[in-house]
């Protein structure tokens, strides 16, 4: 079943005269709880796609349609209350508040969506243990390495229970090891909860842990490459 559809995409800049088209053309879907990769080069324009599908950046032309809604026909404040509930993200370097303590990080997104809940500190503090954080809730960021940090991030993305989880090179700022004990709680969560990866990355041993890899070049997609059904 599809979540996602993304129907002749494109993505263009221009500076004084000259247009340089970052996306050209894209045509492709994304099944609900798959774990989908986009692999390719730096400037390849995986992480300009990753911002148009998830509604950060404005397509040139085209349409992205989540569960059939065209997320860029709604206006900017319905826009961001569909991406506050139905998406979480994770980022290669955090992207936490340094002021905020772990737990305090993890709970940003519930008030977004639900301010009147009484149980957000609850529902913070129960996904942190379920990432083996429960001995870093009152932590500060500069407190934690960069594995724990990740968790933290990851923790942050899923409290809400979106439908969608978009990952921009979540291993990125790990060594090798780190960064395969994160996409091994990332497999375990999908696996677990059903729901949709889409992760952005130049490395091809990251991209294996996916159910599909999107291959792009110079804005384009080159290949699609099953490796795994999604299971139901």
């Known amino acids: 079943m599809e979540i996602v559809k993304v129907e002749n995409l494109r993505k263009s800049y221009r500076t004084g005269s000259t247009v340089f088209e970052a996306l050209k053309g894209l045509n492709f879907s994304i099944q609900k709880g798959e774990i989908l990769s986009i692999l390719g080069p730096s400037g390849c324009g995986k992480t300009t796609l990753l911002n148009c599908l998830s509604s950060i950046d404005y397509p040139s032309e085209g349409k992205v349609l989540i569960e059939e809604v065209d997320l860029h026909a709604l206006s900017d404040n319905a826009k961001t209350l569909f991406r506050a509930k139905n998406m979480g993200f994770i980022f290669q370097f955090y992207n936490l508040i340094p002021v905020l303590t772990v737990v305090e990080n993890v709970e940003l997104p519930l008030f977004a969506v639900e301010s009147g809940r009484k149980n957000i500190r609850k529902a913070a503090e129960e996904v942190l243990t379920r990432l083996g954080l429960k001995e870093r809730l009152n932590y500060y960021p500069s407190d934690l390495s960069g594995g724990e940090r990740q968790r933290v991030s990851i923790a942050r993305a899923l409290v809400h229970r979106p ?51 999107v291959s792009m070049d110079s804005g384009q997609i080159i290949r699609i490459r099953e490796l795994s059904p999604v299971k139901d």
């Open 163 to 213: 439908k969608i989880i978009w990952a921009d090179e979540p291993t990125g700022a790990l060594d090798t090891q780190t960064g395969r004990e994160i996409m091994d709680v990332i497999l375990e969560l999908n696996e677990k909860n059903g729901q949709t990866f889409v992760i952005v990355t130049h490395d091809e041993r990251i991209a294996d842990y996916s159910n599909r890899i």
